[in-house]
């Protein structure tokens, strides 16, 4: 059994990661307009940097659990650091559009391994008793970098230069690499499995199409007609990659995982929790620019409350959920969860400040919450040799589930506007609060599906 103290080093390693490869993902939102100067193009077409990132992610993550089974975890885990590491040094040396999306499809290479291989190196080092605690240690992260991306974007681009975005994961990397090499040891068994180029090509063909129909759905009055094409493209292809990886006797990601209650309620579930997790830091700092007229470095401080909620619940979070069990805190704590997003609806600029940070707070804490416990449960009865497939699956989901939220906030955006007074230009408090209530029902979709898990749900994991 590896020592305590190396299991913890290897979760803080994973956290790490986790943290860069999240953070990447939504750091440079408020420094486009800086790096749009000096490429000499648009802010809009810089955005494509974000785009192919994600793209690039949603083809390669079910791919993950492939090379870790084949080539060892050890390996692929430090090779996906260094990957990550280069590019973002590329990225910061980009004086041209070409070279900086370039750059950006190399480090969604290295996250599409980093992410997913790392959760398998935890939970196959991590004795049962121990998952609860090494998955909120690892989950936090990923909670805590799209809060606090755009505010330390912000600050960076603002008092030093757009390009150190990129160079501050140079050092980060740097240890990365020198710890996975000291803490990780080499898989004593390969899997010398076949590689299965249709799942990954249809599987590639659905993710891909589904998240860029969700970035052009962002502005759905110019694109609707590439938003259908992208997304009849990802109906036919979803549904001859589902039955692909079902009868396959090798396939890219086994979808029979998804007979595992737990399992599947985790996917299902999270796709709507995570969903809702992601628009609330979308919606809110755009709410307070527009509507309480804050400069977007005040607006991202005010939502920093979320990321104080998020940290206040860390430490409470497994002790809650080995006391009173995983079903019934989950259902509670997401009752609470849809709650706070009601709250944010009545948020206006006459509302006291303390009032407001306060709603932002507890939104915090039930996100973190119902995160981990999510991110949690999916592993509960799994055996080791299914832990690398879930994980690419988990992985998908959460990327989807990011993705989707911020469109699913966008839409309701535009729609409320287009119910509304669509004369003006400008969108109104009213379709601020019409957008967060359709994300309070997507919620609610999330917590009818915990209904479905068993009441000893995650009984193997607890300490009783």
């Given at each position: 059994?590896?020592?305590?103290?190396?299991?913890?080093?290897?979760?803080?390693?994973?956290?790490?990661?986790?943290?860069?490869?999240?953070?990447d993902g939504t750091i440079i939102?408020?420094?486009?307009?800086?790096?749009?100067?000096?490429?000499?193009?648009?802010?809009?077409?810089?955005?494509?940097?974000?785009?192919?990132?994600?793209?690039?992610?949603?083809?390669?993550?079910?791919?993950?659990?492939?090379?870790?089974?084949?080539?060892?975890?050890?390996?692929?885990?430090?090779?996906?650091?260094?990957?990550?590491?280069?590019?973002?040094?590329?990225?910061?040396?980009?004086?041209?559009?070409?070279?900086?999306?370039?750059?950006?499809?190399?480090?969604?290479?290295?996250?599409?391994?980093?992410?997913?291989?790392?959760?398998?190196?935890?939970?196959?080092?991590?004795?049962?008793?121990?998952?609860?605690?090494?998955?909120?240690?690892?989950?936090?992260?990923?909670?805590?970098?799209?809060?606090?991306?755009?505010?330390?974007?912000?600050?960076?681009?603002?008092?030093?230069?757009?390009?150190?975005?990129?160079?501050?994961?140079?050092?980060?990397?740097?240890?990365?690499?020198?710890?996975?090499?000291?803490?990780?040891?080499?898989?004593?068994?390969?899997?010398?499995?076949?590689?299965?180029?249709?799942?990954f090509i249809l599987g590639g063909?659905?993710?891909?199409?589904?998240?860029?129909?969700?970035?052009?759905?962002?502005?759905?009055?110019?694109?609707?007609?590439?938003?259908?094409?992208?997304?009849?493209?990802?109906?036919?292809?979803?549904?001859?990659?589902?039955?692909?990886?079902?009868?396959?006797?090798?396939?890219?990601?086994?979808?029979?995982?998804?007979?595992?209650?737990?399992?599947?309620?985790?996917?299902?579930?999270?796709?709507?929790?995570?969903?809702?997790?992601?628009?609330?830091?979308?919606?809110?700092?755009?709410?307070?620019?527009?509507?309480?007229?804050?400069?977007?470095?005040?607006?991202?401080?005010?939502?920093?409350?979320?990321?104080?909620?998020?940290?206040?619940?860390?430490?409470?979070?497994?002790?809650?959920?080995?006391?009173?069990?995983?079903?019934?805190?989950?259902?509670?704590?997401?009752?609470?969860?849809?709650?706070?997003?009601?709250?944010?609806?009545?948020?206006?600029?006459?509302?006291?400040?303390?009032?407001?940070?306060?709603?932002?707070?507890?939104?915090?804490?039930?996100?973190?919450?119902?995160?981990?416990?999510?991110?949690?449960?999916?592993?509960?009865?799994?055996?080791?040799?299914?832990?690398?497939?879930?994980?690419?699956?988990?992985?998908?989901?959460?990327?989807?589930?990011?993705?989707?939220?911020?469109?699913?906030?966008?839409?309701?955006?535009?729609?409320?506007?287009?119910?509304?007074?669509?004369?003006?230009?400008?969108?109104?408090?009213?379709?601020?609060?019409?957008?967060?209530?359709?994300?309070?029902?997507?919620?609610?979709?999330?917590?009818?599906?915990?209904?479905?898990?068993?009441?000893?749900?995650?009984?193997?994991?607890?300490?009783?």
């Amino acid at each position: 059994m590896t020592p305590q103290k190396n299991v913890d080093l290897v979760i803080i390693l994973v956290a790490a990661t986790f943290f860069m490869e999240n953070l990447d993902g939504t750091i440079i939102t408020t420094a486009l307009p800086s790096m749009a100067k000096d490429f000499g193009v648009s802010a809009v077409d810089v955005a494509s940097g974000m785009t192919s990132y994600l793209l690039t992610l949603a083809v390669l993550i079910p791919v993950s659990g492939w090379f870790s089974d084949r080539f060892g975890a050890r390996r692929i885990f430090t090779l996906a650091i260094a990957i990550f590491t280069g590019a973002s040094i590329l990225c910061g040396l980009s004086d041209s559009l070409p070279m900086f999306i370039f750059a950006r499809v190399l480090q969604g290479v290295g996250g599409a391994l980093m992410v997913p291989v790392g959760r398998t190196v935890v939970l196959r080092g991590t004795p049962k008793e121990g998952v609860i605690r090494a998955i909120a240690l690892i989950t936090w992260p990923g909670l805590v970098a799209p809060v606090v991306g755009p505010a330390i974007g912000g600050f960076i681009t603002t008092y030093a230069s757009w390009h150190w975005i990129f160079f501050i994961n140079v050092p980060l990397g740097l240890i990365g690499i020198l710890m996975s090499l000291y803490l990780l040891e080499p898989e004593k068994e390969i899997q010398h499995k076949p590689f299965d180029y249709v799942g990954f090509i249809l599987g590639g063909l659905a993710l891909s199409t589904l998240i860029y129909g969700l970035e052009l759905s962002h502005h759905l009055e110019k694109n609707y007609i590439m938003v259908l094409a992208t997304m009849g493209v990802f109906g036919f292809s979803t549904y001859f990659a589902y039955h692909h990886l079902r009868k396959c006797d090798h396939p890219l990601v086994d979808l029979k995982l998804l007979d595992i209650p737990t399992f599947s309620v985790s996917i299902e579930a999270g796709l709507f929790f995570r969903s809702t997790l992601a628009a609330i830091p979308f919606l809110m700092p755009l709410l307070f620019q527009l509507q309480f007229g804050m400069d977007p470095f005040a607006a991202g401080l005010m939502v920093l409350s979320i990321f104080i909620g998020n940290l206040a619940m860390k430490a409470v979070t497994s002790p809650i959920l080995h006391r009173f069990g995983f079903k019934r805190v989950m259902i509670i704590n997401g009752v609470l969860s849809i709650l706070s997003i009601i709250a944010c609806i009545f948020i206006d600029p006459n509302m006291p400040i303390s009032i407001i940070v306060a709603i932002l707070f507890l939104n915090g804490i039930f996100r973190s919450m119902q995160f981990t416990s999510i991110n949690t449960i999916g592993f509960a009865d799994l055996a080791p040799g299914q832990i690398s497939s879930a994980s690419a699956i988990t992985s998908a989901s959460m990327q989807l589930g990011n993705t989707l939220g911020v469109a699913l906030a966008s839409l309701g955006l535009v729609v409320a506007h287009k119910l509304g007074d669509a004369q003006t230009s400008s969108l109104s408090l009213q379709d601020f609060q019409m957008s967060l209530a359709f994300i309070a029902f997507i919620s609610f979709m999330g917590l009818v599906c915990l209904f479905r898990l068993p009441s000893n749900a995650g009984e193997s994991i607890r300490k009783t």
